[in-house]
């Protein structure tokens, strides 16, 4: 079966520059989820969007902003990188209809030196 | 409230049952829910239980809820060396967003 697909799976920037991180949903999904996971940390809720609408916002810093396209496929932008952002990313997808089902792409893992 | 805590580890032998427990605080979640995620690796769901139920059986996993003190666990029978990873339970907060607990390793030794 289709999984999320999230590209890239691993990205290495410096500080202050800026990442683009892409995500796939499954088909006939409509909602994103973007998730942050620090080393050892537990994921934590950045942004969902329905229907390329924003539905929920969390602890996402002003220098990241995300949408969601026509095809449903999500990006997050981050600008001014700093070390503090590298983590794993995870996106995640549902179907409205059956929304308590969140399945999780594999992640991109971002490094920032 | 969002504070959902596990326990950091638990070493199980392998074929032994292993339990996994975790306590939320949000008594309005709709669907609580397991995750595992292997070194490296993404989150599987593992599976989700309604909060209006008590219990929920699939094949090895043993889902049990205890709303009253909000305390919910996961139980894996004859747990093999593949089940080693991280489990994270999670509720369903607000809008759908998951708040996830801090995770219990599970080491299966032979």
């Known amino acids: 079966a289709a999984g999320v697909i999230q590209s890239p799976r691993h990205l290495i920037k410096e500080k202050r520059e800026t990442a683009t991180l892409k995500c796939y949903p499954i088909p006939r999904h409509d909602t994103v989820y973007w998730y942050q996971q620090g080393p050892g940390q537990d994921p934590q809720f950045l942004i969902s969007?329905?229907?390329?609408?924003?539905?929920d916002k969390g602890s996402i810093p002003d220098r990241f902003s995300a949408q969601q396209f026509s095809d449903y496929h999500s990006e997050l932008n981050m600008s001014s990188l700093e070390l503090g952002d590298s983590a794993l990313y995870f996106c995640a997808s549902s179907f409205s209809g059956s929304s308590y089902e969140q399945y999780f792409g594999p992640g991109t893992r971002l490094t920032v030196t | 409230g969002e504070d959902v805590e596990q326990s950091l580890f638990l070493s199980v032998r392998e074929g032994d049952s292993s339990v996994i427990n975790c306590t939320y605080t949000?008594?309005?979640?709709?669907?609580l829910y397991w995750y595992k995620q292997e070194p490296g690796a993404g989150l599987q769901l593992l599976t989700y239980?309604?909060?209006?139920?008590d219990m929920k059986q699939d094949q090895r996993l043993t889902v049990l809820l205890n709303k009253k003190d909000k305390h919910l666990s996961l139980r894996i029978a004859d747990t093999q060396t593949g089940d080693s990873a991280i489990y994270f339970c999670?509720?369903?907060?607000?809008?759908?967003?998951?708040?996830f607990g801090t995770g219990t390793r599970l080491q299966v030794f032979p």
């Open positions: 239980i309604f909060s209006n139920m």
């Open positions: 969007f329905y229907e390329k609408m924003q539905s």
């Open positions: 999670a509720e369903e907060w607000d809008t759908d967003k998951l708040i």
């Open positions: 949000d008594s309005s979640s709709t669907y």
